[in-house]
């Protein structure tokens, strides 16, 4: 049984535990607020820049289609393009975004594809290297930039239209988690190269004519596509993370209050046992006198 001194000094440690989880969980919730509006502000940009790209789809075809869209015309090289957070402390955020990353790596890979991972971010690294260490192709590091923005995205998209220029992979997915509240962050999956043809174009029935032709703004359009979707998985990643830290922490704060109650509630036993055991041997020593 633990000794009075030992039991004072776990209280004491575990109420600063508790501090610590209490301020973390302030910063998040602050810095989520800021993060989760970033994110939602972004989304209507992507879907626009999508609706203007299906119309422009279905007016170019054949030859005439830029590589981004048209692909390689082969789908048997797969790159996994996974983004993770930089720090931890957020629940199980990043386990879920590495699992569903292993789900789909695991289905290519018994449909005979060849895949390789580019990973962003440094939480997402260790799992799947210890899977995956011969299929690695690079890593990204976001973990020196304060706030990651565009400038990031755009780097980490050029880098990938560069490799799939010279061939390095056919087909490029992006797995990233998205964010739908400070209790729920969903791993989703989406193809990122080639860019995907909408099935529907936006627009009805109406004519437009564009200057100049579809060819020449997608060439412009279609890796500013890539680097939207990859800018808004890094804002989604931000607030993912924010909301899923805020959440671990306010646990991790409700945990360590228990464990206090209970821890003092052990020691106020003890202490009234020791009291009473000297209260005895006192009582005892003055009969024998």
Do not use: W
Not at 34 to 62: C, D, F, H, I, W
Not at 67 to 93: E, I, W
Not at 100 to 109: F, G, H, V
Not at 230 to 248: D, N, V
């Amino acid at each position: 049984m633990a000794s009075l001194k030992e039991l004072k000094d776990r209280i004491g440690s575990v109420k600063s535990t508790q501090k610590i989880t209490k301020a973390k969980q302030m910063v998040a919730a602050a810095k989520l607020r800021r993060a989760q509006s970033a994110a939602e502000a972004a989304r209507p940009y992507a879907e626009r820049l999508a609706a203007v790209m299906a119309s422009l789809a279905t007016k170019v075809s054949g030859d005439s289609a830029p590589k981004l869209l048209a692909g390689t015309g082969s789908d048997q090289k797969h790159l996994l393009v996974v983004v993770n957070t930089d720090k931890g402390l957020c629940g199980g955020l990043n386990s879920n975004i590495v699992k569903e990353a292993k789900a789909q790596a695991t289905r290519l890979i018994a449909e005979g594809k060849d895949v390789q991972f580019y990973l962003i971010g440094k939480k997402g690294r260790a799992p799947i290297k210890r899977e995956y260490a011969n299929r690695i192709a690079k890593h990204f590091d976001t973990s020196a930039v304060k706030n990651v923005g565009f400038e990031e995205a755009d780097a980490a998209a050029n880098e990938l239209i560069e490799m799939f220029e010279t061939g390095a992979f056919d087909v490029a997915h992006l797995v990233y988690p998205t964010f739908k509240s400070a209790l729920a962050q969903d791993p989703t999956t989406v193809q990122l190269i080639p860019v995907p043809s909408p099935e529907e174009a936006a627009g009805g029935d109406a004519v437009v004519e564009y200057e100049p032709g579809e060819e020449e703004i997608l060439e412009e359009l279609l890796p500013r596509y890539v680097k939207t979707q990859i800018f808004g998985a890094l804002l989604e990643r931000e607030a993912s993370e924010q909301g899923a830290s805020m959440t671990a922490m306010d646990n991790a704060t409700r945990n360590a209050g228990e464990l206090i109650n209970k821890l003092t509630i052990q020691y106020n036993r003890s202490r009234q046992a020791a009291i009473t055991t000297e209260l005895i041997e006192i009582i005892a020593g003055a009969e024998a006198l």
